[in-house]
């Protein structure tokens, strides 16, 4: 089996996506500034293997990376409304950490859960609601420089330029992840903006588990599912990943019921 | 007379090399951590109009910026070296606590110091040293994504993200100025990337004063002389901001002599 794989954020949303869809493909090693609790772990994972830190405490995090292969660090403070504190301390100051221990540690890649905040002010009173239908023509597609709707998509910018930094300077394979909006069995209801950049957890766990798996160097990428209307492009998760969704939130309804009733 | 201009980091050299050029052009409030000595204070500056305060200090920050049109912010952690935990607290910080000040204080655009290392890791070993001589056609234009040499120049493009978001969600004008090689009197001695990436005295003073007189919304420009080799683009520092540049390292020999032997 290949090096296990260090899960920061185990016990939130994304981790728990990543770990319900592929918890059974990968040796784990979970961390999380809070106690997970025996629901939130896969089948296998042994207590050894649950680390209790916080991602800015630099000697726990290489602690954690000992014999790690790849990390996907996904730690930090999720709020978009998040206070520049926060932000500063916990997702700033502790992504630097993570890269630096990723270092120190000798693991390969790291994938950075990035976020839509990072360019959401690209959606301008002019552009939008348009850009969030099919008809529009607006794509990102990673090339753009950061445009943030708030501190939170400043200090996820932030993140991404570190990852660029440490990839640059010290080899590290780095993937950036912008991720859409994350939620389970539908997309977002009555909400298009949200429809447009749905990741379902079944097209988010296989994302990451291409970033686990696939070669690269220095990587932004958008995550979402392979949206019939969207303006995040995925060709590039395709291409340089692998990635292969397979969820579309044109197959459900405005309000989020299946269209074809099933 | 217009409102007077703030200028952070006033003591430093960049700082000098502005008060020097344009000190009896406008009415100044002078703001440094450390008190600046009578030889520092350009003619007029009166005790009042000079401030002793950490940019870092939010309260003092809004104080020093009452009544002020504009802001040059240029305090910070100078060196390309700085530790992590000075630049994130000076550097990025810093910067955030000075935006979030303008916008508090009602200023209507602010000049930000960036620098040349927040894109330095494009010089690759394979691009190098071709990009630094005229006939080598690569040009970085201020489009391109941060791709920095050192945790400094992460800082430093963190400060343009910021700089983005203050001006997309508060309606600021900020340009952010990718400082390169300042130097006085002659281009750095025996330099090759030095020179390609000069800016003189005087050109530096120019450049600012176009930041204080110029009417943009957000915009990132290189700051250099007008130099023969340079992979720089100066085009839409000129275009906006009506940058009219008078020197040009090539006028001196690579160990810094005019070549017109004045």
Redesign the interface.
């Known amino acids: 089996m290949d090096d296990p794989v260090l899960l920061t954020g185990a016990g939130g949303r994304v981790g728990q996506a990543i770990l319900h869809g592929i918890g059974e493909a990968h040796e784990w090693r979970l961390l999380d500034r809070e106690p997970l609790s025996s629901d939130r772990l896969p089948p296998g994972v042994a207590d050894d293997d649950v680390v209790v830190a916080d991602v800015t405490d630099a000697d726990a995090m290489v602690d954690a990376m000992d014999g790690v292969g790849a990390v996907i660090h996904l730690a930090g403070d999720p709020r978009p409304e998040a206070p520049?504190n926060s932000v500063?301390e916990n997702n700033?100051?502790g992504t630097?950490t993570v890269f630096?221990a990723a270092v120190e540690a000798g693991v390969e890649k790291v994938a950075f859960a990035s976020s839509n905040h990072a360019v959401s002010?690209y959606e301008t009173d002019e552009r939008t609601p348009e850009m969030y239908r099919s008809d529009d023509d607006f794509r990102l597609d990673g090339?753009e420089?950061?445009?943030?709707?708030?501190?939170y998509?400043?200090s996820k910018?932030?993140g991404e330029?570190?990852g660029?930094?440490y990839h640059?300077?010290e080899g590290l394979s780095v993937v950036c992840v912008r991720i859409g909006n994350l939620t389970g069995g539908h997309p977002p209801r009555n909400y298009e903006r949200g429809q447009a950049m749905w990741l379902s957890h079944r097209d988010c766990a296989h994302l990451f588990d291409r970033c686990i798996r696939a070669e690269y160097d220095y990587e932004?990428v958008y995550g979402i599912s392979d949206n019939e209307r969207k303006y995040y492009s995925i060709e590039r998760a395709k291409e340089v990943l692998g990635y292969d969704p397979k969820d579309d939130s044109a197959e459900y309804t405005l309000d989020g019921e299946p269209k074809d009733g099933a």
Do not use: M
Not at 145 to 151: A, E, M, Q
């Open positions: 520049w500063l700033i100051d630097q630096a002010a090339s420089l950061p445009r943030p709707g708030n501190l998509g400043v910018a932030a330029t570190l660029r930094y640059d300077a932004i």
